[in-house]
């Protein structure tokens, strides 16, 4: 059983940073795989970021370049450079206790345990 704590959304502007946090606690060491996932109004859960257990990285290709997620002790980042307007959303911590879960494309189905979010607005 793994909790996740979203925290650090706000509202940027077009071309800004933003950095969101994840806090983990509980069973941590059965997670194989961490990820951020973001949802926008009327739009399906997408993966943004994914890490493993044995430090591989992934990412979609619309954020590729600009995002960067890691992992340090018990809290999961993701750093959010080139900020864009279709970036808004809500964005999702998420944990799997299955690596391969961590290949893409990310499925929200193949993850056991979320964060309730934190908003990210970016205004053009």
């Known amino acids: 059983q793994v909790q996740l704590v979203e925290s650090g959304g706000g509202s940027v502007q077009s071309g800004g940073s933003l950095s969101v946090s994840c806090a983990a606690s509980g069973y941590t060491y059965i997670t194989y795989c961490m990820g951020w996932f973001r949802q926008a109004p009327g739009k399906e859960r997408e993966g943004v970021a994914s890490?493993?257990?044995?430090?591989t990285t992934r990412y979609a290709d619309s954020v590729k370049g600009r995002f960067t997620i890691s992992r340090a002790k018990n809290t999961l980042y993701l750093r959010m450079n080139s900020l864009k307007p279709e970036d808004t959303g809500m964005y999702y911590c998420a944990s799997s206790h299955y690596g391969d879960h961590c290949n893409y494309p990310l499925r929200a189905t193949d993850f056991g345990s979320w964060g309730r979010g934190t908003q990210v607005t970016v205004s053009s």
């Open positions: 890490i493993g257990s044995n430090g």
